[in-house]
């Protein structure tokens, strides 16, 4: 297979994620002071994009009064943990079983409810979004991750891309690269249900917290057969996975515990 710079591979990707319905933007024209801007934080400390966020708390949870969902918001953007895994699982719990809130009722009782973030049963009701060159501060530490995917505001997947013409820039260039991203912006990851590596020819998904042998490639687009050999694994991996439908159902049931036998 033709080796392509890591730009054109970039592209392609979000080619694909176009095609699959995504919205792409360029992590630079959502920064503070662009006249796009989503983010809050002049020193990209910000993870969420929280406008995007608040918006689906009140588009899935019309019922609630905004307290409540204010009170959501807070506890997903704050998630208290001493460990980034530990954190990732709480998150994951509020995305798959709604947030705990508690708002007072108009005779001034104090009532709970369970506030949704994500509308896994109607995909066409979150917010999808593929920004590249998302830029991310914490700490001493400045990182760009290469395409980020978000789902009502949180980035729920990484894709990091490395340049196939460059020897010495493996897939596992790539995977080194995530660990390091992890270790020195761990916020960033808090949300995190997938994460993809590529160099153009090969392609492997795996998630957070798991070793390079829990990183494997992904067989098939639709679940029927193996997809033809001359379609790229990247391909195969962003059309199989991050299909709307089908990335719920895996966040749902399997990519945030771990990637035994995906697609295979």
Known sequence: MTAFAESVVESAALAWLEALGYVVLHGPDIAVGAPGAERTDSNYRDVILEKRLREALFRLNPNLPAEALEDAFR????????????????????????????????????????????????PENNDWLAVNQF???????????????FVNGLPLAVIELKNPADEDATIWSAYQQLQT???????????????????????????LGAGKEWFKPW???????????????????????????????????????????MGS
Request: overall charge positive.
């Open 75 to 122: 506890k997903l953007i704050r998630t208290d943990a001493p460990a980034l895994v530990e954190r990732n699982r709480a998150v994951h719990r509020m995305l798959m079983d709604g947030v705990n809130v508690e708002y007072r009722r108009k005779d001034g009782s104090i009532a709970g409810a369970q506030a949704r973030v994500i509308d896994f049963d109607a």
């Open 135 to 149: 830029t991310v501060s914490e700490g001493q530490h400045t990182r760009r991750p290469d395409v980020v995917l």
């Open 181 to 207: 991203y992890q270790a020195q912006i761990p916020s960033f990851f808090a949300t995190n249900a997938a994460l993809v590596i590529s160099d153009g020819v090969q392609a492997r998904i795996g998630t």
């Open 219 to 261: 067989r098939t687009i639709a679940g029927v057969q193996d997809s033809a050999p001359t379609i790229s694994e990247l391909q195969v991996i962003l059309e199989g996975v991050f299909d709307k439908r089908r990335f719920l159902d895996l966040v749902r049931h399997l990519l945030c515990s771990r990637t035994r036998d």
